[in-house]
C-alpha cells in the first residue's frame, strides 16, 4: 500500500517550484478566492494562537476538510480592519477531495466574516503571491454631513466636503515608478520602498468616493498613507502640490494622518492569464458592479 509518511527532503510546502524544490507527484497545489469582513479578525496573518486571524480560521477549516494540517499562502496580507472581496491564496495537500467538498465543507466550518468564493486546482508553478503581477485596492469614504448606521466599519466617514477634481490632479504625481517612502509606517519591514503606482481612478457615487489604486505590490500602510494625503488635499487643507512634495520629501511625517482601515478593500489580484483563475467583480458590494 502506498504511504506518504515520508516526503522528499527537498520539499517544503508552499515553496517555488525551483531544482533546490521539488513539487512531489501526489501532492496537489488548490488556489482559492476569498472575501472577508476584516473588522472581526486581527488582520490576515496567524499571529499567537489565542488571536482571531483570517489566516488561522481558513488553515483550521482546511485542515479539518483536508484531515492533515495546512499552511496558506496569500496574495497579499492585509492589516486589522481592512477587508477583501477578492484575496487569493493557495495551499497544498496529499489529500483528493472533489471541489464541491473543499468549498462547501470549509465554508461550513468558516466563523462569520469570511468566506471561500471559489477553488481551482493549479499547477506547483502557481504561487498566490510571487505569480501576482498586480494588486488592487479600493479605499470607501462616505462624504456625508452625517455618518451611515449601516455601514458602520464598512467605510471611511468624513464629514469635510471633498474637492475630487484637486484630489484627481493631485494622485497624478504618484503614478509611475517612485521612492514611496513618506507613505509607508514605520513598521513596514519591506527592503526596497520602489514601487510602481499603474493606477489611480477616482470618482463618485452619491454619498459615497470611491479611490482605486493599482500597483505591483504596495508598502505596509500605503494606501491608507495615500488616502490621507489625498483627502487632506480635498478638503482644501493643503495645496495639489503637496502630494508631490511629500513623495519627494521621502519622509513619512511629511504625509501627515493614516485613514482609517475601515474604508480599504482589497478587490483584485491580477495573474498570466495561463493560470486561468475565475474572475468576480471587485466590490464591494453595495457599489453594484462598478
Known amino acids: 500500500m502506498k504511504t506518504h509518511s515520508k516526503r522528499p527532503e527537498t520539499y517544503s510546502r508552499n515553496c517555488e ?13 488548490i488556489a482559492l478566492g476569498i472575501e472577508y469582513s476584516g473588522h472581526l479578525y486581527h488582520g490576515f496573518q496567524a499571529q499567537s494562537h489565542d488571536t482571531k486571524t483570517i489566516q488561522q480560521t481558513l488553515e483550521n477549516a482546511l485542515s ?14 492585509t492589516d486589522a480592519g481592512v477587508h477583501a472581496t477578492n484575496q487569493v491564496i493557495h495551499f497544498d495537500t496529499l489529500a483528493v477531495r472533489p471541489d ?28 498566490a503571491r510571487f505569480s501576482a503581477t498586480s494588486r488592487t485596492y479600493r479605499y470607501i469614504i462616505y462624504n456625508s454631513p452625517t455618518p451611515s448606521a449601516l455601514l458602520h466599519h464598512y467605510v471611511t466617514w468624513d464629514r469635510r466636503t471633498l474637492d ?62 495615500i488616502v490621507g494625503v489625498l483627502s487632506t488635499i480635498g478638503a482644501g487643507e ?27 478593500y482589497l478587490v ?18 453595495f457599489l453594484g458592479n462598478s
Not at 517550484?17 to 497545489?29: A, I, L, N, Q, S
Not at 479539518?64 to 496580507?77: F, S, T
Not at 511629500?246 to 480599504?264: H, I, K, M
Request: aromatic share 8%; glycine share 4%; proline share 7%.
Open 238 to 264: 493643503k495645496p495639489i502640490s503637496w502630494s508631490r512634495d511629500v513623495l519627494e520629501s521621502r519622509d513619512r511625517q511629511c504625509a501627515g494622518v493614516t485613514a482609517p482601515p475601515d474604508g480599504l
Open 164 to 225: 475630487i477634481d484637486a484630489m484627481k490632479t493631485a494622485s497624478e504625481s504618484l503614478l509611475g515608478e517612485h521612492d514611496f517612502s513618506a507613505f509607508r509606517a514605520a513598521q513596514c519591514q519591506a527592503n526596497n520602498p520602489i514601487r510602481r503606482m499603474e493606477r489611480i481612478d477616482i470618482r463618485c457615487q452619491g454619498d459615497f468616493m470611491m479611490i482605486e489604486v493599482r500597483a505591483t505590490a504596495f508598502l505596509y500602510h500605503m494606501v491608507r498613507n
Open 17 to 29: 517550484v525551483t531544482p533546490e524544490c521539488k513539487f512531489p507527484v501526489d501532492m496537489r497545489r
Open 100 to 127: 464541491r467538498a473543499w468549498l462547501r465543507g470549509a465554508n461550513t466550518q468558516l466563523s462569520d466574516g469570511v468566506a471561500i468564493r471559489w477553488i481551482k486546482n493549479t499547477t506547483p508553478e502557481f504561487h
Open 268 to 285: 483584485a489580484v491580477n495573474y498570466s492569464p495561463k493560470f486561468v483563475l475565475p474572475q468576480r467583480s471587485p466590490g464591494p458590494y
Open 64 to 77: 479539518a476538510i483536508a484531515n492533515e494540517p495546512i499552511k496558506l499562502v496569500c496574495a497579499g496580507r
